[in-house]
């Protein structure tokens, strides 16, 4: 059940706005997010109180479990057999249970990840790689630090951990081929999850069923690298290539591809400017949300767009990445819609301050899924 507050379904539509709205080629990741954390400082009251709560609920979560296995080892009721066995057991079932990606979550849930044990060990810090998980569509690495005995630290993994690199069979995992490799939020601090996407859809070449990837990655703090091998192979999957249009003033909107996963339902969409003699543009102003049949809009995760010129056109590639669908759906429905503007060329705003959208109804999509697919 997806337990995002309205202030975080808010933030997540400032991400996707961010990155329709950066005109770069790929990767819009590092700029989205800069964006992203330059709007939440502003809200850095709200985030604090939203933190302590959280803080307050570990914290009683964390004093119940403490007073649970106190009270079993008072009463002697943990055999010597239990106690040795009880060693073994991490402490983190799963890195991506703590994300708010139900994606990945879905692929823990569902056994589609692939559980590691893979660590290295340098001045006492242990990185240690989880699960993987590679739909075709993106792919996502758990990862778990353990300090020695008796230490710790304050800053939190994905504070520490910089100059993630990738190499995919030998070869370095760039932004000519990927989106780029960015974090997502875990609820602990000695986990993290990174993940990427190719860009296959927009010139890139496609990463194969299966491949081995390294990964190296610094600790603040530490000299060396952590460097290791992680094998990958990818799971089924159903791509559709309905390359439907629809035409809105001076604008055409075509869904070029669907990939739906059990982790990640991806869009492909193409916006061309029919006629450039005029200053009718929305091709990067168009945005999409996502529904089922039963009208039950899928988040959003990430996304990445460019300009495509070819032959004096100038057409706006975007792949957006949503959660999965729980099932099948019978049909997909794509609504397209903008942002309404004020004269200043800022975000009209509704009472509770959000921005107003108006949706293009002469640009939605109904797509029927064909189960045998």
Same mark, same amino acid.
């Given at each position: 059940?997806?337990?995002?507050?309205?202030?975080?379904?808010?933030?997540?539509?400032?991400?996707?706005?961010?990155?329709?709205?950066?005109?770069?080629?790929?990767?819009?990741?590092?700029?989205?997010?800069?964006?992203?954390?330059? %709007?939440?400082?502003? %809200?850095?009251?709200?985030?604090?109180?939203?933190?302590?709560?959280?803080?307050?609920? @570990?914290? /009683?979560?964390?004093?119940?479990?403490?007073? /649970?296995?106190?009270?079993?080892?008072?009463?002697?009721?943990?055999?010597?057999?239990?106690?040795?066995?009880?060693?073994?057991?991490?402490?983190?079932?799963?890195?991506?249970?703590?994300?708010?990606?139900?994606?990945?979550?879905?692929?823990?849930?569902?056994?589609? &990840?692939?559980?590691?044990?893979?660590?290295?060990?340098?001045?006492?810090?242990? @990185?240690?790689?989880?699960?993987?998980?590679?739909?075709?569509?993106?792919?996502? /690495?758990?990862?778990?630090?353990?300090? *020695?005995?008796?230490?710790?630290?304050?800053?939190?993994?994905?504070?520490?951990?910089? !100059?993630?690199?990738?190499?995919?069979?030998?070869?370095?995992?760039?932004?000519? !081929?990927?989106?780029?490799?960015? $974090?997502?939020?875990?609820?602990?601090?000695?986990?993290?999850?990174?993940?990427?996407?190719?860009? %296959?859809?927009? $010139?890139?070449?496609?990463?194969?069923?299966?491949?081995?990837?390294?990964?190296?990655?610094?600790?603040?703090?530490?000299?060396?690298?952590?460097?290791?091998?992680?094998?990958? &192979?990818?799971?089924?999957?159903?791509?559709?290539?309905?390359?439907?249009?629809? *035409? +809105?003033?001076?604008?055409?909107?075509?869904?070029?591809?669907?990939?739906?996963?059990? #982790?990640?339902?991806?869009?492909?969409?193409?916006?061309?400017?029919?006629?450039?003699?005029?200053?009718?543009?929305?091709?990067?102003?168009?945005? /999409?949300?996502? +529904?089922?049949?039963?009208?039950?809009?899928?988040?959003?995760?990430?996304?990445?767009?460019?300009?495509?010129?070819?032959?004096?056109?100038?057409?706006?590639?975007?792949?957006?990445?949503?959660?999965?669908?729980?099932?099948?759906? %019978?049909?997909?429905?794509? *609504?397209?819609?903008?942002?309404?503007?004020? =004269?200043?060329?800022?975000?009209?705003?509704?009472?509770? $301050?959000?921005? #107003?959208?108006?949706?293009?109804?002469?640009?939605? #999509?109904?797509?029927?899924?064909? =189960? *045998?697919?």
């Amino acid at each position: 059940m997806d337990t995002r507050s309205k202030q975080e379904d808010k933030e997540l539509a400032q991400i996707e706005r961010f990155i329709r709205e950066t005109p770069i080629e790929v990767d819009l990741v590092n700029r989205t997010m800069n964006k992203y954390e330059s %709007k939440r400082n502003t %809200k850095q009251a709200e985030s604090f109180r939203t933190h302590m709560k959280i803080r307050q609920k @570990l914290m /009683i979560i964390t004093t119940s479990v403490a007073m /649970i296995f106190s009270l079993m080892i008072v009463t002697s009721l943990i055999s010597p057999t239990m106690a040795a066995a009880m060693k073994e057991v991490p402490l983190l079932s799963s890195v991506f249970k703590l994300t708010r990606d139900l994606g990945l979550q879905a692929a823990d849930e569902k056994g589609l &990840s692939t559980k590691l044990n893979t660590s290295v060990t340098h001045e006492g810090v242990t @990185l240690n790689v989880t699960e993987v998980v590679y739909d075709g569509t993106r792919f996502a /690495i758990g990862i778990e630090r353990h300090h *020695k005995e008796g230490e710790n630290s304050q800053e939190s993994l994905s504070e520490q951990i910089s !100059n993630i690199e990738f190499l995919l069979n030998g070869e370095p995992v760039n932004h000519s !081929n990927s989106s780029g490799v960015f $974090g997502q939020p875990s609820q602990d601090n000695n986990s993290a999850i990174f993940e990427f996407a190719d860009l %296959k859809n927009q $010139g890139g070449s496609p990463f194969p069923k299966q491949f081995d990837l390294t990964l190296s990655a610094t600790i603040s703090g530490i000299s060396e690298p952590f460097k290791m091998d992680i094998p990958v &192979s990818d799971i089924n999957y159903v791509n559709l290539q309905p390359n439907i249009s629809r *035409k +809105y003033k001076n604008n055409q909107l075509t869904i070029e591809q669907i990939t739906l996963t059990p #982790i990640t339902t991806s869009i492909t969409t193409r916006i061309a400017l029919l006629d450039k003699s005029t200053s009718v543009d929305f091709r990067e102003g168009i945005h /999409i949300e996502v +529904y089922d049949e039963q009208g039950c809009e899928l988040k959003l995760i990430n996304g990445n767009g460019r300009r495509e010129t070819n032959k004096g056109n100038s057409d706006f590639i975007m792949d957006l990445r949503v959660h999965p669908f729980e099932t099948l759906p %019978k049909a997909i429905t794509i *609504k397209p819609y903008i942002y309404l503007y004020n =004269s200043k060329g800022t975000y009209q705003e509704d009472e509770n $301050g959000d921005p #107003i959208i108006q949706y293009i109804p002469e640009l939605e #999509i109904t797509i029927p899924i064909n =189960s *045998k697919e």
